[in-house]
């Protein structure tokens, strides 16, 4: 069969239509699948802490919680070790034994509304007030556990401090065995 030239310019056009209607049937494309959304970092168990605190570039991992009521103030400390809780009666108790033991640690000082009103960092048996350095986050009830987190604010940054923390805190009980 010869196709005339003056039909030449019409014959592409025409393959298409003849030979589109023969032609297997498109798959409809789809959009690819969402990526899932990050998961919710789980909440560290009651007792426990996770993140660093690092100061002047030397890092220590804060792996501990704990909080104790003497009264008027409560004390919430994120430490790098146990603290037995006999060693947590009293102000003076605490501060001996961390002491003795070299313990590293955040110490938030709370009112009994649970506003903080003190900050600190041991680091090398010293204690380091820093007001403004953390942001906290925090919540739990009368009687605990304390939960949420502790950040670095830029006059932290500014101080060679890093905070990166998640805990929850228990309020913690002496024993009543005499020593």
């Not at 993140?51 to 804060?62: E, I, P």
């Not at 007030?129 to 604010?153: E, H, I, Q, R």
Request: proline share 11%.
């Amino acid at each position: 069969m010869r196709i005339p030239p003056m039909l030449w310019p019409a014959f592409p056009g025409f393959l298409a239509v003849a030979f589109g209607a023969a032609s297997p049937p498109l798959v409809a494309q789809t959009a690819p699948p969402k990526a899932a959304a990050p998961a919710k970092a789980a909440a560290p168990a009651i007792g426990t802490a996770t993140g660093s605190l690092t100061v002047a570039g030397k890092s220590v991992s804060l792996t501990h919680a704990v909080a104790f009521n003497a009264g008027a103030r409560i004390y919430l400390l994120l430490t790098d070790q146990v603290l037995p809780p006999d060693e947590a009666k009293s102000e003076f108790e605490l501060a001996r034994y961390q002491f003795l033991h070299k313990v590293v640690s955040l110490e938030l000082t709370l009112d009994p509304a649970h506003k903080v009103t003190e900050m600190a960092y041991r680091w090398e048996l010293a204690t380091t007030p820093c007001p403004g350095c953390f942001d906290v986050s925090l919540s739990g009830g009368p009687d605990g556990p304390l939960a949420g987190t502790v950040k670095t604010t830029a006059k932290g940054e500014a101080e060679k401090l890093k905070v990166d923390v998640a805990f929850s805190a228990p309020f913690v009980r002496p024993s009543s065995a005499k020593k």
